[in-house]
């Protein structure tokens, strides 16, 4: 048999075994009796969900080749279970925790891997420090060029600004960018310029890029009644198109970048890590076969006033409802968990940890969902602590340990977050954008579409949850990359006071739960095995 681990390790995918971890993987298929072909399938298995991990290294190591055997065995149909109890340790590996982490992952945003893009490479690489909320204020210079080289990356990847023939006839057919320090002198001609909108003299707006910056004049566009598509702001990064006339730009279309398919993105960058978390030990065979056996929802609440009678009594008709059924795979709440902002030192610290134990003792009271349901807090900017920069620390243990020791899995998490469940890429992200980003547009959006698919676009064509500049929304400068859509997920929560929604857009399902409490006590639950979402809401009392 150790021949066949060697041409399946090392042949096949240049590993090299310790000599301790050869002879476990041999002792596993002599002692369960495993036939050549399906070892051979086994170690396959193994092998390839090893490279995959974001840890993974050519040499094998016995402790974590023993973490991967047993929960690939937790979802595997060949039958090869391993255990430490199978290995003669004494005593049984418990695999169903592993399995629950295994399928359903928080990733904090202070976790989040810092991938920086190099035009010049065209390549992914790590940024020149380490991530730190008082960081250097070269960062923030880096945060900007940033968003402008993966914007433009993805730009100059979609099929309308790659030409595929030298011919002239088709090089007509794309689009071609021009850099502001080539309008020098060419006044009268057309240009398609990419760059980031930016106030910089008072009551003017100018488009800017690496190489400059240049007055914008939009007036052509307000006689043509042109089109805007999506909330501009200041910070948006867009495409302008136009002409030079008295040293302005004389816009006549504005647009945001195109958006590019979570599957071509994947495709440009295989083996980057953009979304974080690790790497599940699961094939994706596997983890859509789990989320296909699983006909339950993942419910998303916002604005859980626990401060408020009303609030816990509807969420106790919510786990009255669910007690009768199979319990959701989770819950995530987001906040704000209380009606009034949090003043640190004074007497809201004992009261906001008593209702955040009163919220315990009520799932405690439901068994069955306590026991098999996750749970994940989203802190909003009423909890503690404070009206801070993003991305926004969890909420302090303090608050929380008499509430998580009534709960088998409970996270508390930053705002935002992302959430990992089987194949499927969440993030949650607590913010009224769609206030801020009507407050602060530059540019009236068109009428004749609704305004959520104006703000929904915006955030996922600019690939940012808040592309708002740093004096209306601060962001901590190193962990800007926390904050991307990039690649964009399976599903986008923007937890908003506006009324609730849900759309389709580019393959993402984006949904907006509304206010929980200062509502209709509205849900949604999204079904990750029909990839849909339902709204629902809570009958008030008469």
Known sequence: M??????????KYSLSLQADALLYLSDIIKQNGISEKEAAAWLDLLADTWTKREEGKPLVELEPLKALAEAVAAGSDNGVVATSRDMGDGEETSTSAKSRSDIFTVIDAFDIPAWWYDPGKKMFVQPFEKGDIMSSAESKAALFRQRYDLLKQRVMRNENFMPVSFSN???????????????????????????MLAQLEEGKLFLEDKAGSIELDFSLMSSK??????????????????????????????????????????????????????????????????????????????DVWLDKQETMDALNTLFEGFSHSTPPIAFVFIGDFSSKPFVAGSGETTQYRDNMSALGQLIGGYPEIARNSHFVFVPGNNDPWGQGALPKPP????????????????????NPCRIKYCTHEIVVFREDMLKRMRRNSVLPPT???????????????????????????????????????????????????FDSYSINYEGCHCINPGS?????????????????????KIPKKQ
Not at 2 to 11: A, C, E, G, M, N
């Open 169 to 195: 006839q088709e090089k007509d057919r794309f689009y071609k960018l021009s850099t502001v320090d080539s309008l020098q002198g060419r006044e009268g001609e057309h240009f398609l310029l990419f760059g």
């Open 447 to 497: 009428e004749s579409t609704e305004i959520v698919k104006h703000l929904v676009r915006t955030v996922i064509d600019q690939g940012h949850l808040c592309p708002l500049p740093q004096r209306i929304r601060p962001i901590y400068w190193a962990y800007d990359h926390a904050m991307r859509l990039y690649p964009i997920p399976d599903v986008l929560i923007l937890a908003d006071r």
């Open 2 to 11: 150790q021949s066949l681990i060697y041409k399946v390790f090392t042949r």
């Open 516 to 536: 929980f409490s200062s509502g209709d006590y509205s849900f949604f639950m999204y079904y990750p095995v029909s990839r849909t979402s339902q709204y629902s």
């Open 395 to 414: 909420i302090a243990n303090f608050f929380t340990k008499r509430l998580s020791n009534r709960i088998a899995s409970v996270t508390f998490t930053t």
């Open 225 to 302: 009644h042109a089109e805007v598509n999506g909330l501009f702001t200041e910070s948006c990064f867009v495409l302008v198109d136009g002409f030079v006339e008295d040293g302005m730009f004389k816009v006549e279309e504005i647009g945001l970048p195109p958006p590019e398919k979570k599957a071509s993105t994947r495709a440009a960058f295989p083996s980057v890590n953009l979304f974080g978390g690790q790497p599940s030990l699961r094939t994706e065979t596997q983890l859509r076969a789990i989320e296909v056996s699983n006909e339950n929802g993942i419910i998303f609440l916002s």
